[in-house]
């Protein structure tokens, strides 16, 4: 048996400039953050022949075509895996929330199928690997942040170049201002979940035909990212806070299915009780309401009242890891 785990992850600045339709032409620039909320995913040899898949549904098939989930399909053809294998996924938290849970998921798979074929994969290949699965083998209009903070951890800084490599470092942040950051973090389900694809492959679309307002809107999103790495760096998280609702101003106009009047609603709250700044993690439309406060407890009183719950966390530094090899 193996059991692998990758993290889920909050951006922290510059989202949406590592779609390629972007950074193929412009370079794209983000900070994200691993989470202590994971994907696991857990692989068993077989007697029998065939494959069983376990997530939402149930799958047992005899040949690896026939497998309808298209990343696992994807992933066992790509490191070679073929028969006599159950594969069952869980996960902390529902997919369609924001946190970047199918990059996750894709990352985790990898992780454990080398394990089992005893490849040795760095960081690095392994997110090169879950993007060309997503982005190149199955279309999809996503970027490149959430294999890669999966793979890495970490409070982490990517350059997405126009020759489709990525430059990763760590961010340069004191021990104190991450362990204020992370005791500053507020996050609130919204009890909303939904598909990114539609509003990433809206993104996507308008960024292929050099629609200015989404180019503009991401220029500046990608200049918000490196003054958010700055004031992080700085330790100055009042300026960072501010920064987040700059951010989340600029991301609702870029697709109208960004947010919504309940969204609204409860961000407004938020700010009226304590928050600095705030945001929807990931793509829009629901999931996670974020936000940096001095003080978490009014925050927290007022987002609990108004019927939402919070997932409190912390940063991962470890990044997709096999954790059970026997």
């Keep these: 048996m193996i059991i692998a785990r990758a993290p889920l992850r909050i951006s922290l600045g510059g989202g949406g400039t590592d779609l390629p339709s972007y950074y193929r032409d412009h370079e794209g620039f983000l900070v994200s953050a691993a989470i202590d909320r994971y994907v696991y995913i857990t692989l068993h040899n077989m007697f029998q022949s065939g494959l069983i898949v376990k997530y939402s549904k149930l799958e047992h098939v005899q040949t690896i075509d026939e497998i309808e989930h298209p990343i696992v399909r994807e992933a066992l ?3 070679g895996v073929h028969d006599r294998l159950e594969i069952t996924s869980m996960a902390d938290i529902p997919a369609g929330t924001g946190l970047g849970s199918s990059g996750s998921f894709t990352t985790a798979l990898l992780r454990a199928l080398h394990a089992m074929k005893k490849n040795l994969v760095d960081a690095r290949t392994l997110a090169e690997q879950a993007c060309d699965i997503e982005i190149n083998r199955l279309g999809e209009p996503v970027g490149k942040q959430d294999q890669y903070i999966a793979s890495f951890g970490g409070v982490t800084c990517f350059r997405f170049k126009k020759d489709d490599s990525v430059d990763v470092w760590p961010a340069a942040l004191a021990n104190e201002t991450l362990t204020n950051l992370e005791d500053g973090l507020a996050m609130f389900f919204t009890g909303q979940t939904r598909s990114a694809s539609a509003i990433l492959k809206d993104q996507d679309d308008r960024s292929k ?17 490196l003054r958010s790495l700055h004031a992080l760096e700085k330790g100055d998280l009042f300026a960072y806070g501010r920064l ?3 951010h989340w101003e600029h991301k609702k106009k870029r697709s109208g299915g960004m947010s919504n009047a309940d969204v609204d609603g409860w961000y407004d709250m938020g700010i009226r009780n304590g928050a600095v700044g705030g945001k929807l993690i990931g793509a829009g439309g629901g999931g996670f309401l974020m936000f940096y406060t001095e003080d978490k407890k009014r925050l927290r009183h007022a987002m609990l009242e108004a019927g939402l719950s919070e997932v409190r966390i912390r940063f991962d530094f470890e990044g997709a890891k096999t954790i059970v090899q026997q």
Excluded: P, R
């Excluded at 035909?209 to 918000?224: A, G």
């Design 244 to 246: 987040m609702h700059e």
């Design 77 to 79: 053809k790509l490191v």
């Design 209 to 225: 035909q050099k629609d200015s307002s989404v180019i503009d809107n991401l220029h500046y999103t990608k200049d918000l990212g």
